[in-house]
């Protein structure tokens, strides 16, 4: 133990200083991390549908919806998209609406709307096979490098390293590296994916990569990481949380909307605008129509939502209005309609929309709305 603890210090210390990837593990040391790290993630990885497959079509929807989306939001929408677009010619051939009405609540729709261009052009100029390499790929509309090494690796066996949050944090702590300053991030990014490659097992870069992203997501965590029970602490220079760049702060802003319902027959509706193509997020989505006053008073106030939106706590108000009242109290819309409350989970609401109406508890809608929260950039 002692010796073990000798040796740790004075790779500690030497790699502090080191920016050379060379300088970091010995052949002995990358072998033995490797079989440690690769032993505990078969027996301690989640069971998770995309790891259940190599299709490299499924694989990128995954991997697409888990960018900024935590993990248990996307198992139960994953599934119903590959249900709904079991192969890239189903989602090529389907219409944008019913992809966003199947990605709402995930939130960052431009994925959406990027997956089905890139579903386009795989099914018109690739006849549907989507290249087997990392480097081609990337040539593909909304594929950059993390996704395409994910795809090439775990689908192809491709031995390059995927390098997202959860990685990065792995190997810099590994190697004793971080920088709470913007200056040399370049040379930092640059070091983190060279040592991540040198790490890569190549007999198993599939398995090795999922490995490093379950560690980061289970053990090495940002905050308070589980070191005593991490396979590869004892490689390790860091053993706890190191220096990184400051986050942006979050900004708070208040909004109101307006819950208008009204009965037609047998059925429900209400009233929805679909944001403009102007509009720089969310384009094409379906909202509450906008109160034009942020405040509501306390007899008119049906329920308060926190909703994170990138880097904005958003605070808002819902206000019951009655079918008449509604063109007075609330900012007007080219792009506004009734809709049955029975036809909206094939609708592409935004998510705000989507957790307000589930909240309301009406009952055309329970329990059909699941409300999914995207993670706000840098958790």
């Known amino acids: 133990m002692i010796r073990k603890t000798v040796r740790a210090a004075i790779r500690k210390t030497r790699r502090k200083k080191a920016g050379d990837v060379d300088d970091v593990f010995d052949a002995g040391e990358v072998a033995a991390l490797r079989a440690n790290l690769l032993a505990w993630y078969e027996l301690n990885r989640r069971d998770l549908p995309w790891r259940r497959t190599r299709d490299?079509?499924?694989?990128?929807?995954?991997?697409?919806?888990?960018?900024?989306?935590?993990?248990?939001?996307?198992?139960?929408r994953y599934e119903a998209f590959l249900r709904k677009f079991p192969s890239i010619e189903a989602l090529a051939q389907a219409d944008e609406s019913d992809v966003l009405?199947?990605?709402?609540?995930?939130?960052?729709?431009?994925?959406?709307?990027?997956?089905?261009?890139?579903?386009?052009?795989?099914?018109?100029?690739?006849?549907?096979?989507?290249?087997?390499?990392?480097?081609?790929?990337?040539?593909?509309?909304?594929?950059?490098a993390y996704t395409s090494a994910a795809i090439a690796s775990i689908a192809y066996g491709e031995p390059v390293a995927v390098v997202d949050g959860n990685v990065e944090r792995v190997v810099q702590r590994l190697a004793g590296w971080g920088s709470e300053s913007r200056t040399g991030q370049a040379e930092l990014d640059r070091n983190t994916l060279n040592l991540a490659n040198a790490l890569l097992d190549p007999a198993h870069p599939g398995e090795f990569n999922q490995a490093m992203m379950e560690l980061g997501a289970t053990?090495?965590?940002?905050?308070?990481?589980?070191?005593?029970?991490?396979?590869?602490?004892?490689?390790?220079?860091?053993?706890?949380?190191?220096?990184t760049r400051k986050k942006a702060r979050m900004r708070s802003q208040e909004a109101a909307y307006a819950l208008?319902?009204?009965s037609r027959g047998r059925h429900r509706e209400v009233?929805?605008?679909?944001?403009?193509?102007?509009?720089?997020?969310?384009?094409?989505?379906?909202?509450?129509?906008?109160?034009?006053?942020?405040?509501?008073?306390?007899?008119?106030?049906?329920?308060?939502?926190?909703?994170?939106?990138?880097?904005?706590?958003?605070?808002?108000?819902?206000?019951?209005?009655?079918?008449?009242?509604?063109?007075?109290l609330t900012l007007s819309s080219n792009l506004r309609r009734w809709v049955r409350l029975r036809d909206l989970e094939s609708l592409p609401l935004t998510g705000l929309a989507r957790k307000v109406l589930l909240r309301a508890k009406l009952p055309e809608l329970t329990p059909s709305l699941p409300v999914l929260e995207p993670v706000a950039p840098g958790e």
């Not at 490299?56 to 139960?76: F, G, H, K, N």
């Not at 609540?105 to 018109?124: C, D, F, I, N, Q």
């Not at 990392?134 to 593909?140: E, F, K, P």
């Open 56 to 76: 490299p079509y499924a694989i990128w929807v995954s991997e697409i919806m888990l960018q900024q989306t935590r993990v248990a939001a996307v198992v139960d």
């Open 101 to 144: 009405a199947l990605w709402s609540g995930l939130g960052y729709y431009r994925r959406a709307r990027m997956m089905h261009k890139t579903a386009k052009a795989v099914t018109e100029e690739q006849n549907g096979i989507m290249p087997q390499t990392a480097v081609g790929l990337r040539t593909l509309p909304g594929i950059g």
């Open 219 to 243: 053990v090495c965590l940002p905050k308070s990481p589980k070191c005593l029970i991490c396979p590869v602490e004892g490689f390790c220079a860091t053993r706890g949380e190191h220096p």
């Open 260 to 262: 208008v319902i009204r």
């Open 271 to 328: 009233l929805l605008d679909q944001r403009a193509e102007e509009q720089t997020v969310m384009t094409g989505m379906w909202e509450l129509p906008a109160l034009r006053e942020t405040r509501v008073e306390a007899e008119h106030l049906r329920m308060t939502v926190r909703h994170a939106i990138m880097q904005v706590n958003y605070y808002v108000r819902i206000r019951t209005v009655f079918e008449e009242d509604a063109e007075a």
